[in-house]
C-alpha cells in the first residue's frame, strides 16, 4: 500500500538505522520520528515531501548526506 506519512517517534532509537529513504507519496514526516538514530549516515527526502515536524532529525551526530528532491522547502 501507499505510505504518504511517518508517524511521531516512528523510528524513534532504531540505533542500527543508517540509512533512510523515503518514497515518493509521503507528505509528512512526524515529530521526533528519528530522534536517537545515532547511526544514521544518510537520509534521502521525496519531492512530495510537504511537512516535517519538529525535532524529526534531531540527535543524528554521523549524519552526513541529506537528500531533498522537493523543490519547494517543506514546513
Same mark, same amino acid.
Given at each position: 500500500? +501507499?505510505? %504518504?506519512?511517518?508517524?511521531? +517517534?516512528?523510528? =524513534?532509537?532504531?540505533?542500527? +538505522? %543508517?540509512?533512510? %529513504? +523515503?518514497?515518493? $507519496?509521503? %507528505? =509528512?514526516? $512526524?515529530e521526533f520520528a528519528f530522534v536517537g538514530c545515532q547511526a544514521m549516515q544518510e537520509l534521502v527526502l521525496p519531492s512530495t515531501l510537504a511537512t516535517i515536524g519538529s525535532g524529526a532529525f534531531i540527535d543524528l551526530p554521523y549524519l552526513q548526506n541529506v537528500v531533498i528532491y522537493a523543490i519547494t522547502p517543506p514546513i
Open positions: 500500500y +501507499l505510505v %504518504t506519512s511517518v508517524a511521531p +517517534l516512528a523510528f =524513534r532509537m532504531c540505533s542500527q +538505522l %543508517t540509512s533512510v %529513504t +523515503l518514497p515518493e $507519496g509521503v %507528505t =509528512r514526516v $512526524g
